[in-house]
């Protein structure tokens, strides 16, 4: 009954979503100074969902409509908005900074999502 709850595999989806999406970050700013390299980035987290769930009903476990939906989300290459360097560079190290503190929000608004369901959980249970 607790072992498959949706708040939490919505947490665990965010927080994956947050470690891909600072892989994606930490590339792009390890080759910021290489010529002809695209920024990439993840699209997200909410983007990701709606394409996940599609705006249809969600499966509560394997028996429920025929299976459960799985989200998924994948660097690509960044559209190309910033201006580029003369060699070609398209890395902003000033949005890659930015975009790691958003990262870094959803991280750990994941992880407050996942400790005050389990807070409400041992609450429920009468454990403290």
Known sequence: MFENLAILKV??????HAALRQNAISQNIANADTPGYGARDVASFAETYEAGSGGAMRASRPE??????TLRAEITSRSQTSTMSPNGNSVSLEDEMVKAVEVKR???????????SLGVLRTSLGRS
């Open 64 to 69: 429920h409509l025929q299976g459960a939906n």
């Open 106 to 116: 959803q991280h750990d608004l994941a992880l407050a999502i996942y400790k005050t």
């Open 11 to 16: 947490a665990q989806a965010m927080a994956a």
